[in-house]
């Protein structure tokens, strides 16, 4: 018993001992954290946020409350821009507290390429301001926004007008022929099916279902209805692929089904 006491109070000492040993190492590690933060140039640092934006909202935020020179950092006009909005509906059901509304005004004053993306999908789609979206599509698109030139090329389809519709399959079958940006319209295509989801889409202009292959040689037939997401761009015409994105997007339309 008294053994245990004294092996209790030499643990006391003990776990006394490592918790200043620790708590003078962990100060030192912050102090010298702190001063390795301080010697990083503004520049850098608002770039390292802006990347960490771009991936994650929430990572973002937990960096901006982990030290003062973050929290000035993320506030730069750049980080918002490369702001990720994953986390925010794209129609909002429910009001938006003060502070998501204060937060998404300061992305579009900074010209985040994701919001304008965002209201020039909402735009055309539901077919309440059609004559805005390719505006705010632009805006997106000057930020190489992909997802920005594939909804584009979507209108150019839908249009109705030869002429648009032929430079929309020049379009979308020129971002097919790069291996980088097939992948990240993957990610885009189906990022759009998912908001699509969310939103009532009454656009009448994509009840007229455009067919883009002209070609009159049943190469179809000869090698079956193509992947929309094959990696060989020798395979198949451009208008095939193109119509196979049209089927894609019309499946991704649930209330027309
Ligand atoms: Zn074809």
Same mark, same amino acid.
């Given at each position: ?6 092996? &209790? ?12 040993? /620790?708590? &003078?190492?962990?100060?030192? !590690? #912050? ?21 960490? $934006?771009?991936?994650?909202?929430? @990572?973002?935020?937990? $960096? ?8 000035? +950092? ?12 994953? &986390?925010?509906?794209?129609? $909002?059901?429910? %009001?938006?507290?003060?502070? *998501? ?9 900074? *010209? ?6 965002? *209201? =020039?999908? /909402? @735009? ?24 920005? /030139? ?6 150019? /389809? ?7 519709? #032929?430079? =929309? ?12 940006? !097939? ?6 295509? @189906? ?12 656009? %009448? +202009?994509?009840?007229? !279902?455009?067919?883009?292959?002209? !070609? *009159? ?13 094959? @990696? ?8 095939? &692929? ?16």
């Amino acid at each position: 018993m008294v053994k245990d006491v004294k092996d &209790s109070t030499n643990m006391g000492r003990a776990t006394s001992v490592i918790s200043r040993s /620790l708590s &003078s190492k962990i100060t030192r !590690r #912050a102090v010298t954290t702190a001063s390795n933060i301080e010697n990083i140039p503004r520049e850098l640092l608002v770039e390292i946020l802006s990347r960490i $934006a771009e991936n994650s909202f929430t @990572d973002i935020h937990n $960096a901006k409350l982990s030290c003062k020179d973050f929290h000035e +950092a993320a506030e730069d006009t750049y980080v918002y821009r490369h702001m990720s909005l994953d &986390s925010f509906p794209v129609v $909002a059901w429910n %009001p938006l507290s003060e502070k *998501q509304q204060t937060f998404l005004t300061k992305c579009k004053e900074c *010209q985040n390429p994701e919001i304008m993306y965002r *209201q =020039g999908v /909402l @735009d055309y789609f539901t077919g309440k301001r059609p004559e805005s979206a390719l505006g705010h599509l632009q805006r997106a698109l000057n930020a190489n926004h992909i997802g920005a /030139l594939y909804v584009t090329c979507i209108i150019l /389809l839908f249009s109705g007008d030869d002429e648009l519709k #032929a430079t =929309g399959v020049g379009l979308m079958a020129g971002m097919k022929k790069s291996k980088y940006v !097939r992948k990240r319209l993957k990610e885009h295509r @189906d990022k759009l099916k998912r908001m699509l989801r969310e939103m009532w889409v009454e656009n %009448p +202009a994509l009840r007229r !279902r455009p067919v883009c292959c002209t !070609r *009159q040689d049943n190469h179809r037939r000869k090698r079956g209805w193509v992947d929309i997401d094959d @990696d060989d761009e020798d395979v198949h015409c451009e208008g095939c &692929s193109v119509d196979c994105e049209i089927r894609f997007l019309a499946d991704s339309l649930p209330q027309w089904q």
